[in-house]
């Protein structure tokens, strides 16, 4: 019968090999949570159209003192193209042409943009897309122009959101205590 004894040198090499992939991981700790972070919507309204809206959702909590911040008015004056949301502009895909509030969009991809004031919003559709917020703004690239009523809302949003209702037939708008509705539904053919 063999005799199995390990030396002390041979016992050294085999805890330091065991020991050297945990030596060799690091903890790499999670990325910091974005401070208007990206969010998706998306509706299949009809077998083929779809429509995803991406856009930055900015928070009511100002990110540098914590502050509670008012926002329509202030931080979005009224009157003013806004990008709707935060960081790059929002921007709307459509696979098919799309009627908003009655008026018709053809398919493709646009970005959105808006003028607020208290009773009413103008929803801006643009064609240049992949821009930095409202900077470089071309007022002669609209695609299209809606005017939809923005309404009070008892309830607060603390995140800037856009959604399409459960029928898929609005494309809501809330933030703050404001509320703003735009009829959607893909175009009549023909």
Same mark, same amino acid.
Do not use: C
């Given at each position: 019968?063999?005799?199995?004894?390990?030396?002390?040198?041979?016992?050294?090499?085999?805890?330091?090999?065991?020991?050297?992939?945990?030596?060799?991981?690091?903890?790499?700790?999670?990325?910091?949570?974005?401070?208007?972070?990206? @969010?998706?919507?998306? !509706?299949?309204?009809?077998?083929?159209?779809?429509?995803?809206?991406?856009?930055?959702?900015?928070?009511?909590?100002?990110?540098?003192?914590?502050?509670?911040?008012?926002?329509?008015?202030?931080?979005?004056?009224?009157? @003013? *193209?806004?990008?709707? %949301?935060?960081?790059?502009?929002?921007?709307?895909?459509?696979? %098919?042409?799309? @009627?908003?509030?009655?008026?018709?969009?053809?398919?493709?991809?646009?970005?959105?943009?808006?003028?607020?004031?208290?009773?009413?919003?103008?929803?801006?559709?643009?064609?240049?897309? %992949?821009?930095?917020?409202?900077? !470089?703004?071309?007022?002669?690239?609209?695609?299209?122009? *809606?005017?939809?009523?923005?309404?009070?809302?008892?309830?607060?949003? @603390?995140?800037?959101?856009?959604?399409?209702?459960?029928?898929?037939?609005?494309?809501?708008?809330?933030?703050?205590?404001?509320?703003?509705? *735009?009829?959607?539904?893909?175009?009549?053919?023909?």
């Amino acid at each position: 019968m063999m005799n199995h004894r390990l030396t002390l040198p041979t016992l050294a090499a085999l805890v330091f090999l065991a020991a050297t992939p945990a030596l060799a991981q690091k903890s790499i700790p999670p990325a910091k949570a974005p401070v208007s972070p990206l @969010e998706m919507t998306a !509706k299949k309204l009809d077998d083929t159209t779809y429509v995803k809206v991406t856009y930055n959702s900015p928070r009511i909590q100002d990110p540098k003192t914590g502050q509670k911040r008012a926002i329509f008015g202030k931080l979005v004056p009224y009157g @003013e *193209v806004w990008r709707l %949301g935060a960081n790059a502009s929002t921007e709307l895909t459509a696979t %098919g042409d799309l @009627e908003l509030a009655g008026k018709k969009l053809p398919a493709g991809t646009y970005s959105l943009f808006t003028i607020p004031q208290a009773d009413k919003w103008t929803l801006i559709v643009n064609k240049d897309v %992949g821009q930095w917020g409202a900077y !470089k703004y071309n007022k002669d690239n609209d695609v299209l122009r *809606v005017d939809v009523p923005a309404t009070k809302s008892a309830d607060t949003y @603390e995140a800037f959101t856009i959604s399409f209702d459960e029928k898929g037939t609005a494309l809501n708008i809330s933030w703050e205590n404001t509320q703003v509705s *735009v009829p959607v539904r893909p175009a009549k053919k023909g």
